[in-house]
């Protein structure tokens, strides 16, 4: 046997996370040799090159493959998964190290708050606590919680701290922490609950690089302990960050522009997402309602991927330089053009000069502004999408501003009249909605009364509700033996269940790792009802069957490519 080199001893499982997510469970603690298999088995998926399969999501002893099911059925992907973990774990794993990156770390001081505790926590003093800290050499297990984040292996257990009773609300980019037996570093300004004993200069995350991630799982970083003025001067030779609002026209030439009087209470450009970019712990984010978005799309005479305004709770007020057809569908924010109502979930033209005005919204939570063309800023990671958290997409990875100038791009053939979804086809946001769910990939961490308690009893939406995900009050659900879990990957619609008992249903923008026990994923069509609830909404949580899901699936992509549509003069079609 050579060096680095062991035999995996075959250990599989495989949960179901939705209809359209499979949970690879690998091993059962947190250890170098199932987390190399979990890098294995993702490569040799790459390697096949598989129809249906989207994304992979590795995690410490897990890997999530979130596939199509009208393309590939979860029994063909249980069987191909089946043979690759013989495959590779039939043969001597001689995994290739990754690449060794180096981070300067200024320890201590404004940089470092916590390294006296973190010294005085474990006896030892706080030149004691650098030496060992940066005597190590840490394997990346994997990327999370935030985009660039890296979960370390290798922390001495003399280094071990708990985290911090109430995380700070803001936490520097750079900052070096300890929380438990991890340590790892956090690339973007967050809140955060890990004792942080320095900070590096080096950036792990910026998407103005050729390679935006400084890390990738199975790396290993080494920490080299500096000054303060190296830190300083490091930071001065630094290329400094560019205007996240400076070249917001992307390349292709703009057929007109709107501008923004009044921008609403949440108002962000948002497309498809941006996919590929799980292993490196940035979700693919994009609108909200993927289908009130789609049909919007759909009426402005847009390809799905086109980029639109995502409006929240309160609507803006845009005027229009040039000539533009647009549609407006989601929650009725009570759309004026000039002052003259217009109808919901319909496309129209909109005069040079003309003035789109929205309000509160009657009923469901977000509304969506199409241009026929698509609101062309430049793609960030292959997307417009705004991710709020990390800064990217839109404009400079904000929500829109008076004054903002949003360019659309040109669209061939000729413009259609004004037209509409019918009103049998229009979906209605009531104050009770029913959510399918699948059970897994923890249902049985649950004790059987608490399964029955989620199946059964009424949930209500909170004020804590955002594009990450929904908090819900209620009954609590009860686990078997607590709620932590060795983190593992998540997707949109997974039903964490903290330590309070109360469900956490995450959404477009949701963290790609979790470290609660997941009851549950609601069936991705139903997502759609979830982001339009408001406070209050009472929701009831009703078990699917990965049948029954992947037949409702089918039916609203056999809805959305046959849509028809009413217009002005009583025709229909399109």
């Given at each position: 046997?050579?060096?680095?080199?062991?035999?995996?001893?075959?250990?599989?499982?495989?949960?179901?996370?939705?209809?359209?997510?499979?949970?690879?469970?690998?091993?059962?603690?947190?250890?170098?040799?199932?987390?190399?298999?979990?890098?294995?088995?993702?490569?040799?998926?790459?390697?096949?090159?598989?129809?249906?399969?989207?994304?992979?999501?590795?995690?410490?002893?897990?890997?999530?493959?979130?596939?199509?099911?009208?393309?590939?059925?979860?029994?063909?992907?249980?069987?191909?998964?089946?043979?690759?973990?013989?495959?590779?774990?039939?043969?001597?794993?001689?995994?290739?190290?990754?690449?060794?990156?180096?981070?300067?770390v200024c320890y201590g001081g404004d940089f470092g708050p916590d390294l006296e505790f973190v010294a005085s926590h474990n006896g030892l003093s706080p030149e004691e606590v650098i030496a060992l800290h940066a005597g190590g050499t840490y394997p990346v297990y994997m990327l999370g919680f935030l985009p660039g984040f890296p979960y370390l292996g290798g922390l001495p257990s003399l280094l071990a701290a708990p985290r911090l009773q109430t995380p700070r609300q803001k936490v520097a980019p750079g900052?070096?922490?300890?929380?438990?037996?991890?340590?790892?570093?956090?690339?973007?300004?967050?809140?955060?609950?890990?004792?942080?004993?320095?900070?590096?200069?080096?950036?792990?995350?910026?998407?103005?690089?050729?390679?935006?991630?400084?890390?990738?799982?199975?790396?290993?970083?080494?920490?080299?302990?500096?000054?303060?003025?190296?830190?300083?001067?490091?930071?001065?030779?630094?290329?400094?960050?560019?205007?996240?609002?400076?070249?917001?026209?992307?390349?292709?030439?703009?057929?007109?522009?709107?501008?923004?009087?009044?921008?609403?209470?949440?108002?962000?450009?948002?497309?498809?997402?941006?996919?590929?970019?799980?292993?490196?712990?940035?979700?693919?984010?994009?609108?909200?309602?993927?289908?009130?978005?789609?049909?919007?799309?759909?009426?402005?005479?847009?390809?799905?991927?086109?980029?639109?305004?995502?409006?929240?709770?309160?609507?803006?007020?845009?005027?229009?330089?040039?000539?533009?057809?647009?549609a407006v569908c989601g929650a009725d924010m009570c759309g004026r053009l000039n002052g003259v109502p217009v109808r919901n979930w319909s496309a129209f033209a909109v005069p040079a000069g003309g003035e789109l005005t929205f309000g509160h919204a009657l009923h469901g939570c977000r509304a969506y502004l199409a241009v026929r063309g698509g609101i062309c800023l430049p793609p960030v990671l292959g997307s417009r999408a705004t991710f709020l958290r990390a800064g990217i997409g839109g404009f400079g990875g904000r929500a829109l501003r008076v004054a903002d100038l949003i360019p659309f791009a040109k669209k061939s053939g000729a413009v259609p009249g004004s037209r509409f979804l019918p009103a049998h086809l229009v979906p209605d946001y009531p104050e009770e909605i029913e959510l399918r769910v699948m059970p897994g990939p923890q249902d049985d961490l649950f004790e059987p009364e608490g399964v029955r308690t989620f199946f059964s009893e009424v949930y209500t939406v909170t004020t804590r509700n955002d594009r990450m995900g929904y908090c819900l009050s209620g009954p609590a659900i009860r686990h078997r033996s607590g709620a932590d879990i060795i983190s593992d990957a998540l997707c949109a619609g997974a039903v964490q269940v903290p330590g309070d008992g109360l469900p956490l249903v995450m959404t477009a923008d949701h963290q790609t790792t979790g470290g609660y026990a997941k009851i549950g994923t609601v069936i991705s069509p139903d997502l759609s009802r979830l982001v339009q609830a408001r406070q209050g909404t009472r929701v009831r949580f009703v078990r699917c069957s990965d049948s029954e899901a992947v037949r409702v699936l089918k039916m609203r992509e056999e809805f959305l490519a046959g849509l028809g549509f009413g217009n002005r003069k009583g025709g229909s079609g399109w």
């Open positions: 046997m050579t060096k680095n080199s062991k035999r995996i001893p075959f250990h599989l499982r495989m949960l179901t996370m939705g209809e359209q997510g499979l949970a690879v469970e690998l091993g059962a603690a947190v250890e170098p040799a199932a987390n190399a298999m979990v890098h294995r088995l993702a490569a040799a998926l790459h390697r096949q090159a598989v129809a249906g399969i989207r994304e992979l999501a590795p995690s410490y002893r897990s890997l999530l493959i979130l596939f199509d099911p009208l393309v590939l059925s979860r029994s063909n992907l249980q069987e191909l998964v089946t043979t690759l973990v013989r495959e590779v774990s039939s043969t001597e794993l001689s995994r290739e190290e990754g690449k060794l990156v180096r981070l300067p900052s070096v922490g300890i929380a438990g037996r991890q340590t790892g570093v956090y690339p973007l300004e967050s809140p955060g609950g890990w004792r942080i004993i320095g900070r590096t200069p080096r950036r792990l995350f910026d998407p103005s690089r050729a390679e935006p991630f400084l890390v990738s799982p199975g790396d290993r970083i080494r920490f080299d302990p500096i000054d303060r003025e190296t830190y300083e001067r490091s930071e001065r030779s630094r290329e400094p960050d560019c205007d996240p609002d400076s070249g917001i026209l992307a390349k292709e030439r703009p057929e007109g522009f709107f501008s923004v009087i009044k921008p609403g209470l949440l108002t962000t450009v948002q497309d498809r997402g941006r996919f590929g970019f799980r292993p490196f712990g940035l979700s693919p984010g994009g609108a909200m309602d993927p289908l009130a978005a789609r049909v919007a799309n759909q009426l402005a005479g847009n390809g799905p991927d086109a980029a639109l305004l995502e409006m929240t709770l309160l609507g803006g007020t845009f005027r229009f330089q040039t000539k533009a057809y647009v």
